[in-house]
């Protein structure tokens, strides 16, 4: 059975910092595209990061500069480091998986599993 389960959301000030974790199991991690999205009361889904078994990246410029996405392979896990975190940045951030290689962001109906996502909510 394959599972990815989002953690390390919480409540943050402005400008402060967090790492979102995201663990999969049930699949080979090298056989799949991994995402970041995220989704604010009122708004849609948007894609934040991406990243694909070579290493390779994207990133909405909403948060260029800011977020970086990982992935170890030795954990199953995919990372998103949040730094200068702001208000706009709240939001329930959910980790996917893609089978296949992606070298462009995946669509969100090419991702095959999603998390239940994670809160990240930013202060003033």
């Known amino acids: 059975q394959v599972q990815v389960v989002e953690s390390g959301g919480g409540l943050v000030q402005a400008g402060g910092s967090l790492r979102l974790s995201c663990a999969a199991s049930?699949?080979?991690?090298?056989?799949?595209?991994m995402g970041w999205f995220r989704q604010a009361p009122g708004k849609e889904r948007e894609a934040v990061s991406h990243i694909n078994w070579r290493g390779d990246t994207s990133y909405a410029d909403s948060v260029k500069g800011r977020f970086t996405i990982s992935r170890d392979r030795a954990k199953n896990t995919l990372y998103l480091q949040m730094n200068s975190l702001k208000i706009e940045d709240t939001a329930m951030y959910y980790c996917?998986?893609?089978?296949?290689?992606?070298?462009?962001?995946?669509?969100?109906?090419?991702?095959?599993?999603w998390g239940q996502g994670t809160q990240v909510t930013v202060s003033s």
């Open positions: 996917a998986a893609a089978f296949g290689y992606y070298s462009r962001p995946p669509k969100p109906d090419e991702y095959r599993y």
């Open positions: 049930g699949l080979r991690f090298d056989d799949y595209t």
